[in-house]
């Protein structure tokens, strides 16, 4: 079995990797976001496992990829991918993680959303986060919608695979598009990978926007929501609540995780 995972960044695609993984034999090759792939090596492996991210057709070619016989795509809630992006591009982004001061910015920001939530728009964070590090503007923020359903129109054989779903337990499309049964509980991630994982919640969004950006994002998300049945509810939670460990520890601890991953390889070339 040659299966391929993709889906835009924060929608599961590692999760789903990695369930995946233990369910196929030891000797499957796997291939966690390869930067680049031959092929011809496809037919060489009776099971082969790769996942890759969909981005901007200049760096994702997926002409190689073509040839799998096993095509799934996971898809997110748009507004808690939104979230979910804001909050792992810090740990994701050399030019800022190794800034003690541009760290601290974006940490005292979050910390004053999370005390008064409706203070400050996720708008106003990409803003702000884009600010910090010098690049990219707010309306780029939901391009990758786009992007991810111009690639799925173009290529249509892929099995769509709900994030809500998959966190849920709720296999069956999986199961029964690969033939296998998966197996129960958290998808064992090796340790190089936990930092990605955050809440595998679903509708935190409700409590990080704002009625701005209700204004601003649903004409911009709606396509998106309705080409794989998210209903247009906006409602917004009455009485927001969001946690540190989900929003401004998260980042400082991802942060603090791909630092030292970063110096550990430094350290282990230089041997």
Do not use: Q
């Given at each position: 079995m040659r299966t391929l995972i993709t889906g835009i960044a924060r929608s599961g695609t590692s999760a789903l990797y990695f369930k995946l993984k233990q369910a196929l034999p030891e000797t499957a090759w796997c291939l966690f976001e390869p930067p680049q792939f031959d092929a011809a090596d496809?037919?060489?492996?009776?099971?082969?496992?790769?996942?890759?991210?969909?981005?901007?057709?200049?760096?994702?070619?997926?002409?190689?990829?073509?040839?799998?016989?096993?095509?799934?795509?996971?898809?997110?809630?748009?507004?808690?991918?939104?979230?979910?992006?804001?909050?792992?591009?810090?740990?994701?982004?050399?030019?800022?993680?190794?800034?003690?001061?541009?760290?601290?910015?974006?940490?005292?920001?979050?910390?004053?959303?999370?005390?008064?939530?409706?203070?400050?728009?996720?708008?106003?964070?990409?803003?702000?986060f884009c600010a910090i590090i010098g690049r990219h503007r707010l309306d780029r923020s939901t391009e990758i919608y786009d992007m991810a359903l111009d690639f799925h129109r173009a290529n249509g054989d892929f099995v769509v695979c709900r994030y809500e779903d998959f966190v849920a337990g709720r296999y069956a499309v999986l199961e029964d598009h690969l033939g296998v049964r998966l197996p129960g509980g958290e998808a064992d991630v090796t340790a190089q990978y936990r930092h990605v994982e955050r809440t595998k919640a679903t509708n935190s969004w409700r409590h990080w926007f704002t009625a701005d950006d209700v204004a601003y994002f649903r004409p911009r998300l709606s396509p998106f929501m309705a080409a794989y049945g998210y209903a247009d509810d906006w409602a917004l939670a009455t009485e927001p609540r969001i946690s540190s460990a989900h929003g401004s520890e998260f980042v400082r601890r991802s942060v603090a995780q791909r630092n030292a991953q970063a110096k550990e390889a430094l350290v282990g070339s230089a041997a």
């Open positions: 496809l037919y060489r492996h009776p099971d082969v496992l790769v996942k890759v991210v969909i981005g901007p057709p200049a760096r994702f070619d997926y002409a190689p990829f073509r040839g799998f016989d096993r095509k799934i795509m996971i898809v997110r809630d748009p507004r808690d991918n939104l979230v979910s992006r804001l909050l792992y591009h810090p740990c994701g982004t050399a030019a800022f993680r190794e800034d003690e001061t541009k760290v601290a910015a974006f940490i005292k920001a979050l910390r004053l959303k999370e005390a008064d939530p409706g203070s400050m728009s996720v708008m106003a964070l990409i803003d702000l």
